[in-house]
């Protein structure tokens, strides 16, 4: 942790291995559900999901000379989702997952967006060009430096619960499916590369599992 931003972590106690409730009464609230966080590189913004009502919602808050805002709603819309953020680590772009379409004769299913920061403001979403959004779903999208993109679909599965991890060019000219054993029948997804690119964590529900567990991938030469 050495670097890390004076008050990182909302003021609270620095990661180790057991896992504890994150910054609860703050973000983790006794009556909401709170998911898919992400910080940014200076760990002076967060960036995290909530459910209400059925619908995600994105919510940020900034550490000020003040201290950490209380967080503020970004994404929501009466429909539609937004899930899943992750941030550039320019922070210049927010990528994100939502159901929203670009037309009425879409089915309803996530596809992968981006906000492009405007000051203190987002722009509109965009959907990631390419041949990444299909007419399945497309979760989570992560970013190494290197400019490959990793994200989930089961465009590709033998159902609609089997997702798998699929790697792409940032421009998305070309896809394909992870090679190797990291994809199985079950449930991958919600995958996140090193910024290296050296491995991928991402989150499984493999039959010798307790439920979701999270695993880890390494690049082989």
Do not use: C
Request: proline share 7%; hydrophobic share 35%; charged share 20%.
């Amino acid at each position: 942790l050495v670097g890390l931003a004076p008050g990182a972590y909302l003021e609270q106690p620095p990661p180790g291995l057991p896992p504890k409730v994150f910054a609860p009464g703050v973000i983790s609230l006794a009556d909401r559900y709170e998911y898919g966080s992400v910080f940014s590189p200076d760990g002076r913004e967060m960036f995290f999901a909530v459910a209400n009502e059925g619908r995600g919602e994105i919510f940020t808050t900034r550490n000020t000379r003040d201290g950490w805002e209380t967080p503020t709603r970004i994404l929501s819309d009466p429909q539609h989702s937004f899930a899943d953020p992750f941030l550039s680590r320019d922070g210049t772009h927010l990528y994100f997952i939502s159901t929203r379409a670009s037309s009425d004769t879409e089915k309803p299913n996530f596809d992968l967006y981006f906000v492009t920061r405007q000051g203190r403001q987002w722009s509109e979403p965009q959907a990631l060009s390419g041949q990444v959004n299909s007419e399945f779903n497309e979760y989570y999208v992560s970013f190494s430096d290197t400019g490959e993109m990793v994200f989930a679909s089961n465009r590709s599965g033998s159902t609609d619960s089997d997702f798998d991890i699929f790697i792409a060019t940032s421009d998305s000219s070309d896809i394909e499916i992870l090679s190797g054993r990291a994809n199985t029948k079950a449930y991958e997804a919600d995958p996140f590369i090193a910024p290296d690119g050296s491995y991928i964590i991402f989150g499984s529900t493999r039959i010798k599992g307790q439920a979701r567990d999270l695993y880890v991938t390494f690049r082989q030469a």
